[in-house]
């Protein structure tokens, strides 16, 4: 409550995280085979009761990983109703090289969802 740095309650850090992580599982569709690491994640702003969020997604590179997938880094912002950036940085995957997912990925580099956070 009022006990908190920003005078007013606000989410913690990690449910923003998990909300974006959420969000960008499907978009764009890809056929993720793992999640491999979170690079240079910045908390910039706080994300408030009430606030509602989307996610944009960037497609940073592209990388051949063995006969059947791919290395993609991908550049996420959590971004408020105010267009505020809130949260960013760097998802690494493994994804499926089938044709589709790899022309899904390079097709669609941004993508948005949204989702109320309460």
Not at 55 to 65: A, F, L, Y
Request: glycine fraction near 12%.
């Amino acid at each position: 409550g009022s006990a908190s740095p920003f005078g007013v309650p606000v989410a913690h850090g990690l449910l923003g995280l998990s909300v974006l992580a959420g969000l960008g599982t499907e978009h764009p569709h890809v056929a993720t085979l793992a999640l491999v690491g979170i690079a240079d994640w910045r908390f910039e702003a706080p994300v408030y009761f009430g606030d509602s969020v989307q996610v944009i997604t960037e497609v940073e590179s592209i990388e051949k990983h063995g006969r059947r997938a791919g290395r993609i880094t991908w550049m996420r912002k959590l971004v408020t109703q105010n267009g505020g950036v809130v949260q960013q940085g760097r998802f690494i995957s493994l994804v499926s090289t089938r044709a589709r997912a790899r022309h899904l990925a390079e097709a669609a580099p941004t993508q948005r969802g949204t989702l109320p956070a309460r």
